[in-house]
């Protein structure tokens, strides 16, 4: 274990002047500029890419006009490492102020820095119905570029009606011989091109007002029970996964009655990325910058990065 990580050796632990939290678009761009500072920087997370690397395709992204996750999430990693950017795979369990931060790892290693920058994103939403949690990872999935292929061959239920719900239904249909397309409200809520696509696409079937009550099965999930939400009529499908597609919430549960949040739970901002707690900055998907995409992610890290520098500085360095 690196000396920086032993908890039993706390008095000899380095402070770096910056803690990174979370090694998506946001956090790497953070880590690249807070080093060509001269900064002392650790990134943590073990999700290397963060949701970038769950997109088939990225749109949007400044020098590509074709590029999957995968891909894009390759070069952010080989131009990290050719920085040489110290990481931790561990994830932040809380965050304590104080003349320098303290920042407790899950498996309870403690790290030490000058300032934090919060760059966690966002995670999956989940469906908050029985079974979900014991069948995670056996059926119930929450990403279907990283996920479906393991479904080759075997039908499967989407769950969501929007956008990512349309483009998980579109990449599982190519290896999937069924795939339910379930929707709470009346009708799919994706842009018209993903539902032109779809209604080409013979083994997609959308069912609307329709929830999904549980899943089940034995090791592995057998099937989910909807409920048609006009009749109140229960039925089952037989499906070996389940991919949940309904959004998103900023992962911030390290960060609670830390920093300022919004009703949504992102973290308060301002165009610095400056929290309410001089030294901590936040940046990318967790906070209130408006527009969730790569390209603003990677931007906001950039300045999360400028901004704890002039901190460090400032404060004595
Ligand atoms: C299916 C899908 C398709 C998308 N397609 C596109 C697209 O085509 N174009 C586009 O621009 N954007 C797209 N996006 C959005 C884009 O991926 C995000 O806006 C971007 O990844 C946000 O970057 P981030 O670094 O702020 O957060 P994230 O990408 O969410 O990364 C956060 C990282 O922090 C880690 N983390 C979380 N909690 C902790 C903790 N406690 N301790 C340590 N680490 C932690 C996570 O594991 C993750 O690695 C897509 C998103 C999804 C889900």
Do not use: W
């Amino acid at each position: 274990m690196d000396a920086a990580m032993n908890p039993e050796n706390e008095s000899s632990k380095e402070v770096y002047d910056a803690i990174i939290i979370g090694c998506g678009p946001a956090g790497m761009t953070a880590a690249i500029y807070a080093v060509r500072k001269n900064m002392s920087a650790i990134v943590l997370g073990d999700e290397l890419g963060g949701q970038a690397a769950y997109s088939s395709e990225v749109e949007n992204y400044l020098g590509y006009t074709h590029i999957s996750g995968a891909e894009l999430v390759e070069k952010f990693e080989a131009h990290v490492t050719s920085f040489g950017i110290k990481r931790e795979y561990g994830r932040a369990a809380s965050i304590k102020t104080g003349q320098v931060f303290r920042v407790t790892l899950e498996d309870g290693a403690i790290i030490s820095g000058k300032s934090v920058i919060i760059a966690s994103g966002r995670k999956p939403r989940r469906m908050g119905v029985p079974g979900e949690d014991d069948y995670a990872g056996r059926g119930v999935m929450f990403c279907a570029t990283c996920d479906g292929p393991m479904f080759a061959g075997m039908d499967v239920a989407v769950v969501g009606g929007g956008n990512s719900g349309l483009m998980a239904a579109i990449q599982l249909q190519k290896i999937c011989p069924k795939v339910y397309l379930i929707e709470i409200g009346p009708a799919l809520r994706a842009d018209e091109v993903y539902l032109e696509k779809i209604k080409k696409m013979p083994n997609i079937e959308p069912i609307v007002n329709a929830s999904v009550e549980r899943v089940f099965g034995e090791k592995m999930l057998k099937g989910i029970e909807i409920e048609d939400k006009a009749t109140r009529v229960a039925s089952e499908l037989s499906v070996s996964g389940v991919f949940v597609e309904i959004g998103s919430t900023p992962a911030v549960d390290f960060a609670r009655g830390v920093v300022p949040m919004n009703e949504l739970g992102e973290i308060i901002v301002d165009c610095a990325c400056r929290t309410d707690v001089p030294g901590i900055f936040a940046a990318g998907d967790v906070t209130t910058v408006p527009e969730k995409q790569i390209i603003v992610a990677a931007g906001e890290g950039a300045k999360a990065a400028l901004s704890a520098y002039r901190y460090v500085i400032r404060s004595g360095g």
